[in-house]
Each structure stands twice: as structure tokens, then as C-alpha cells.
């Protein structure tokens, strides 16, 4: 729609606003885990993933779920994580660097049950604390 300055009426795009509230949801699932609508969203379609950038919707998940899986690349494309302590990252489940997935998908012996689901912190020699 033209600016008011060109006889219009000033108004925005409704397709490119509700894209861009989509994406904003897309990212409250990424940033903010505490708030109640991303638990009840996580529980309900993301439990089963062990990385962000998998997420995909089914013919009977609600339109809310199909339209962030729809922006979702978009949202996750430039996403870096910090390793910070290395308590909240898994080691052998948790992907390094974009495009290759998890340790655990490249490993070429089997990884001990006891040990999948390690942080980093777990995996540091005690001599190195």
C-alpha cells in the first residue's frame, strides 16, 4: 500500500506483519523456555527432537504450529549458541557446528549408554576444573 505522503493510507502489509509476528513467536521458542505458551508448545511438538533445526508440522497439528514451521529456517539461520559453562550442553547430542548434526550422528564406534547424554562439563578431565 502507498505511504500517506502518496494518497495512501499508511498502512503495512498484512502478510509481512503476520510473518513477522510468526517469526517473533519462532523465536520466544528458542529464547524463552520458562514462559507457559513455550512449554505447552514444546511439550506438544517438540519433545522428541534433539535439535532446533528440526521442527516440522503434520496435517493435524494446529495452524499456529504449521505457519512457525513455515519461518522456522528463517528464524534458526543465522542462530549461534554459547557454550557458557558447558552444564546445559550435551556433548554427544547437541550440534557444534551448522550442518554436520550431533557428535553422536558422526561417531564411528558406539558411544556407552552412560555417557550419550553427558554436558561438556562431564567430559572434562578432572585434572582440567
Known sequence: MPPKVDGGLGL???????????MKLAWGIIQDSRSLW????KAKYMKHLD??????AK???S?????????????TQGLNWARGSGRNVRFWRDSWLEGYGPLLSLATQDIPEDLVNCSVVDMLEDDKH
Open 63 to 75: 495452524s499456529l504450529w504449521k505457519e512457525i514451521c513455515k519461518v522456522w529456517p528463517q528464524v
Open 38 to 41: 513455550v512449554r505447552v508448545l
Open 51 to 56: 535439535q532446533v533445526d528440526q521442527v516440522h
Open 12 to 22: 503495512r502489509r498484512m502478510e509481512t506483519m503476520n510473518k513477522a509476528f510468526i
Open 59 to 61: 496435517g493435524k497439528d
